[in-house]
């Protein structure tokens, strides 16, 4: 069994600020006695323009918002999902949005590159989005071994791609993450659909931090950070605003729920490991 947790924030256009505000609430999350924790999609930055992302963007491996997310793994003795990050992807006008994952002596780990991007007409269309105007999408799936079992990495709108899941789930994961910024529109009404549906249907927990609230005029988006268990029961919840919230994971329990209820091994079509 762990206990981990989910930081929610609001993040703005000032990076010292959202560092600032993620330092708080790790601290908070292990002195509740977190040892896995997870940040919510670019939580250094929110800003109006899409393209101020690229003016923070690091090289792999260095620069000082890696620097923070070691510092404070290290610092806070966590297992820390490091959200996403923007990272140099090698052209001028496009970045990766990069998940880290850092163990809790500060080492990185993992790393992954969001896999789909967000290019889409919310609503009557007023509301667009066009991700891959600013990044590059990734093309590996990536599931990495922790201390409580293997954790499947994804992020915000690889959740509408079930197909991914299966994958990490041929990885033997027990955890999948999502760090999220969802819109305020489509998390209203998709957000904890997809979270418990990805729980159930792999048997896995769900570790999902979020953006929640208002970053500035263009941008609100949903929150509601949760931790959802195999069975699809929300363990923790965070509804709106900056904000933790802490699960314990019992992993006994999981197995027991793969033993007595083995669809894992029921699956029948192509690609499926019967």
């Known amino acids: 069994m762990v206990r981990a947790a989910v930081i929610q924030l ?31 999609e670019f939580f250094p930055l929110i800003a109006p323009d899409d393209r101020a992302k690229l003016a923070i963007r690091e090289p792999f491996g260095r620069g ?20 996403t990050i923007p990272i140099d992807s090698g052209e001028p006008n ?13 080492h990185c780990v993992a790393r992954y590159d969001k896999i789909h991007l967000f290019d889409v007409q ?27 079992g293997r954790l499947g ?3 915000c709108y690889d959740l509408r791609f079930p197909e991914l899941y299966r994958r990490l789930l041929d990885e033997d994961v027990v955890m999948i993450s999502a ?13 904890e659909m997809l979270l418990r549906a990805r729980a159930v249907e792999n048997l896995c927990y769900v570790i999902a931090a979020a953006q929640g609230g208002r970053h500035n005029e263009k941008r609100t988006t949903w929150g509601h950070s949760m931790i959802v268990d195999p069975w699809g029961e929300i363990l923790c919840s965070v509804a ?7 699960a314990d994971l019992d992993f006994d329990r999981l ?10 091994s029921h699956r029948r079509l192509a690609g499926a490991h019967a």
């Open 10 to 40: 609001v993040s703005g256009a000032d990076v010292d600020a959202n560092l600032a505000e993620a330092e708080r609430l790790l601290g908070a999350a292990a002195r509740d006695g977190a040892k896995l924790a997870a940040l919510p």
């Open 64 to 83: 000082r918002i890696q620097e923070f997310l070691a510092g404070a793994a290290k610092r806070h003795g966590l297992w820390l999902i490091g959200g």
């Open 94 to 106: 496009h970045v990766y949005n990069a998940c880290l994952l850092f163990d809790d002596r500060g």
């Open 122 to 148: 919310v609503g009557s269309g007023a509301e667009q989005y066009r991700e891959s105007a600013t990044l590059r999408a990734g093309s590996e799936v990536v599931a990495a071994e922790t201390p409580f």
């Open 153 to 155: 990495l994804s992020v």
């Open 179 to 191: 760090p999220s910024a969802f819109t305020e529109t489509t998390g209203r009404v998709h957000w």
């Open 240 to 246: 709106s605003g900056p904000g933790i919230a802490c």
């Open 255 to 264: 197995r027991e729920l793969r033993r007595k209820f083995p669809a894992l």
